[in-house]
């Protein structure tokens, strides 16, 4: 990634390694996601991995554009985004550690780190393959189409996004 970035302009390249540094706490994010629905916990799972995490980057954006006048390169909303990220990853991690029982902390566990390895290399890959695909529709935009038509592409996939956040809801509920 870090050749990859030298070749972008500088704005550019400072998006692109912000956005680099986002897999690791959206897999967190998935997982905590994943504990809670095995708790029987789905609304807990919807809200801290897709409310939260949307209403901080909506929030941060309108703090940076409107109230302190910034201009919003793609730079700064990649690292607005990395702070909306991390603010949902501290809510999830807390409403899994408020869901779990208490008995959980109180067990002494064992740790077979080979075998959490080997099962954890092939979930890293499917995940990393898996978040490339959720986007790569943007990258083969990029090829055919002006920034212009991307943004508008990006913003309408947003919006999807969201509409698709409360239809998950009414279907939990």
């Given at each position: 990634?870090?050749?990859?970035?030298?070749?972008?302009?500088?704005d550019l390249s400072?998006?692109?390694?912000?956005?680099?540094?986002?897999?690791?706490?959206?897999?967190?994010?998935?997982?905590?996601?994943?504990?809670?629905?095995?708790?029987?916990?789905?609304?807990?799972?919807?809200?801290?991995?897709?409310?939260?995490?949307?209403?901080?980057?909506?929030?941060?954006?309108?703090?940076?554009?409107?109230?302190?006048?910034?201009?919003?390169?793609?730079?700064?909303?990649?690292?607005?985004?990395?702070?909306?990220?991390?603010?949902?990853?501290?809510?999830?991690?807390?409403?899994?550690?408020?869901?779990?029982?208490?008995?959980?902390?109180?067990?002494?566990?064992?740790?077979h780190t080979r075998?959490?390895?080997?099962?954890?290399?092939?979930f890293l890959s499917?995940?990393?393959?898996?978040?490339?695909?959720?986007?790569?529709?943007?990258?083969?935009?990029?090829?055919?189409?002006?920034?212009?038509?991307?943004?508008?592409?990006?913003?309408?996939?947003?919006?999807?996004?969201?509409?698709?956040?409360?239809?998950?809801?009414?279907?939990?509920?």
């Amino acid at each position: 990634m870090a050749v990859i970035s030298r070749y972008l302009p500088n704005d550019l390249s400072r998006a692109f390694f912000f956005a680099s540094l986002t897999i690791l706490p959206i897999s967190l994010m998935s997982l905590n996601q994943e504990i809670l629905l095995a708790l029987k916990r789905p609304v807990d799972a919807v809200l801290a991995h897709h409310a939260v995490r949307h209403c901080a980057f909506a929030a941060m954006i309108l703090a940076c554009a409107y109230v302190w006048r910034v201009r919003l390169t793609a730079a700064l909303a990649i690292e607005i985004f990395c702070g909306a990220l991390v603010i949902a990853l501290l809510v999830s991690c807390g409403l899994v550690l408020a869901r779990l029982p208490h008995r959980v902390f109180q067990i002494h566990s064992r740790y077979h780190t080979r075998e959490w390895l080997s099962s954890a290399t092939a979930f890293l890959s499917i995940t990393v393959v898996q978040k490339a695909a959720n986007r790569g529709d943007m990258l083969l935009l990029g090829v055919f189409c002006s920034r212009a038509e991307i943004g508008v592409y990006g913003a309408a996939q947003l919006l999807t996004s969201a509409l698709s956040l409360l239809v998950s809801c009414v279907e939990t509920v």
